[in-house]
Antibody
Framework: AQLTESGGGVVRPGTTLRLSCAAS????????MHWVRQAPGKGPEWVAV????????YYGDSVKGRFTISRDNSKNMLYLQMNSLRIEDTAVYYC??????????????WGQGTIVIVSS | DIQVTQSPSTLSASVGDRVTITCRAS??????VAWYQQKPGKAPKFLIY???VLQSGVSSRFSGSGSGTEFTLTISSLQPDDFATYYC?????????FGQGTKVEI
C-alpha cells in the first residue's frame, strides 16, 4: 500500500493551491481518506476527512470554509483544494488512510508528504 | 476539542533502557488511542491502535496500555532505531487530535 502526494509549493497569502494524493496497493474506494498537516517543529494536525463513499466530510476548525477535500475513486486519487491561504497554513501536508474505513479511526498508511509554504 | 498532553516532552535514554511515555486526555477516550513514531524528514509510522493493539509488523518491544484518560507507550529495551519522536492520537471524537510529541534522544 502506498500514498504519494504532489502539488505543494511556495505561494502568496490569499492565493490557492490544489494538492493531490495517488493511492496504490489497496482498495482505495473502501476507506476513508484524510489530510493531516505538520507545521515545522510541531505535532501533526488533522485537516479533513472524506468517507469512502463521500457520505461524510469533516474539517478542522482552522481550515473550515477555506479548504475542500474530494476524491475520485475511479482514479484512486484524493485532493485538497486550498483557498485563501494564510501564512499559518505553512506545513508538510500528508494524506493518510484510515485503518478500517470508519472515518474516525487511526491512520495506518501515510504518504511521504508535500510541502506548502505560504509567504509574502 | 479533546486535548491530549504527552509527557515528558524530551526523554534522554540509553540503548537497552526501558522507556515509558504518557498521554493524558481532557475527556474519556475509552480505548480510542493510537501511537506513532516519527523520524526527521519522514512521515509518522503507525505503531499501536485501540490503546494496546500492536500493528502488524511492529516490533514487540513496543507496547501500549491504558484506558479512559491516561495511556502509556512503553519500549521494553531501547534500540538505536528507536530514537525518534513519538505521538499519541485520540480518535474518540472529532476532531481527532495528536499530542505534542515526545522526543526520545540519546
Amino acid at each position: 500500500a502506498q500514498l504519494t502526494e504532489s502539488g505543494g509549493g511556495v505561494v502568496r497569502p490569499g492565493t490557492t493551491l490544489r494538492l493531490s494524493c495517488a493511492a496504490s496497493g489497496f482498495s482505495f474506494s473502501s476507506y476513508g481518506m484524510h489530510w493531516v498537516r505538520q507545521a515545522p517543529g510541531k505535532g501533526p494536525e488533522w485537516v479533513a476527512v472524506l468517507a469512502h463513499d463521500e457520505s461524510e466530510e469533516y474539517y478542522g476548525d482552522s481550515v473550515k470554509g477555506r479548504f475542500t477535500i474530494s476524491r475520485d475513486n475511479s482514479k484512486n486519487m484524493l485532493y485538497l483544494q486550498m483557498n485563501s491561504l494564510r501564512i499559518e497554513d505553512t506545513a508538510v501536508y500528508y494524506c493518510a488512510k484510515d485503518r478500517l474505513g470508519l472515518v474516525l479511526d487511526a491512520f495506518d498508511i501515510w504518504g511521504q508528504g508535500t510541502i506548502v509554504i505560504v509567504s509574502s | 476539542d479533546i486535548q491530549v498532553t504527552q509527557s515528558p516532552s524530551t526523554l534522554s535514554a540509553s540503548v537497552g533502557d526501558r522507556v515509558t511515555i504518557t498521554c493524558r486526555a481532557s475527556e474519556n477516550l475509552n480505548q480510542w488511542v493510537a501511537w506513532y513514531q516519527q523520524k526527521p524528514g519522514k512521515a509518522p509510522k503507525f505503531l499501536i491502535y485501540k490503546a494496546s493493539v500492536l500493528q502488524s509488523g511492529v516490533s514487540s518491544r513496543f507496547s501500549g496500555s491504558g484506558s479512559g484518560t491516561e495511556f502509556t507507550l512503553t519500549i521494553s529495551s531501547l534500540q538505536p532505531d528507536d530514537f525518534a519522536t513519538y505521538y499519541c492520537q485520540q480518535y474518540s471524537n472529532y476532531p481527532t487530535t495528536f499530542g505534542q510529541g515526545t522526543k526520545v534522544e540519546i
